[in-house]
């Protein structure tokens, strides 16, 4: 990958003239969800108390079955750590079904001539909000193999966690692909995220398990109530 900024320089915006919608799922920007909301409050609390503090810049997101809340809880956790201006990224290592488009949506697509020949760090949205900046799923590869097996994704996540306080990778769950074990373990750590009365505890052990075998720290898990 080519990596024509210094270290520690903000990266060029090639998209910065975008305007963005956030849905209401957004529920750390929305009004109307207290109890959702203060939920993420607790959740970034935590995070920032055991990990952030502790050094750690990023995390992994990780479900073990579709439908948990995964990306509704990596994607309110980055609103809510932007907010409280912790320099946050999240992104999008959904490749199969990306979400992150139905939280955050650009106004209008960008003519995909105008960034063939960027690198994914390059189509990174900066700045979406102040201290939160997106990674697309489509931005990021263009087949999961190139992503996330490999020495760019490597490098990207070197960069990631360099240039931004804090990055949140979204995950599809392990019951769809290896891909969030394999993202996991290059980002070196784990939320495991679960629903109430919905997620079975074997499948979050096994989870769990799956996580520690590749080398990732699970750093928690999540009940979410919906
Ligand atoms: N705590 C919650 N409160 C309200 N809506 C939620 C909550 N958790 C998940 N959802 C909604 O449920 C749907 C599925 O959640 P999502 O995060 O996309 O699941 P996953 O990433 O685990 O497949 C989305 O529409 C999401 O916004
Ligand atoms: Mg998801």
């Not at 994607?75 to 079904?97: E, H, M, P």
């Amino acid at each position: 990958m080519s990596d024509p900024t210094p270290p520690g320089q903000p990266t060029a915006n090639p998209v910065d003239s975008l305007r963005y919608r956030f849905s209401p799922q957004l529920v750390t920007l929305a009004e109307g969800h207290p109890a959702e909301a203060e939920a993420v409050r607790t959740l970034r609390t935590h995070i920032i108390a055991r990990h952030i503090d502790d050094g750690r810049r990023g995390l992994a997101v990780c479900s073990a079955k579709p439908g948990v809340g995964c990306s509704f809880t990596a994607v309110n956790l980055a609103v809510a750590l932007s907010q409280v201006g912790v320099a946050t990224l999240i992104i999008d290592a959904d490749l199969r079904k990306p979400s992150l488009e139905s939280f955050i949506q650009p106004e209008a697509p960008k003519p995909r001539s105008v960034d063939a020949d960027r690198t994914p760090l390059e189509r990174i949205h900066q700045e979406v909000l102040p201290d939160l900046s997106v990674l697309y799923a489509g931005d990021l590869a263009r087949s999961s193999e190139e992503l996330l097996g490999g020495d760019n994704f490597r490098r990207l996540m070197e960069r990631c966690l360099r240039d931004f306080e804090f990055t949140i990778i979204d995950t599809p769950p392990a019951s769809d692909s290896s891909d969030g074990l394999r993202v996991a373990s290059v980002i070196g750590y784990a939320l495991v995220v679960a629903r109430t009365n919905v997620t079975l505890m074997k499948d979050v052990s096994q989870l769990a398990k799956q996580l520690q075998e590749d080398g990732a720290n699970l750093i928690g898990a999540v009940l979410n109530e919906t």
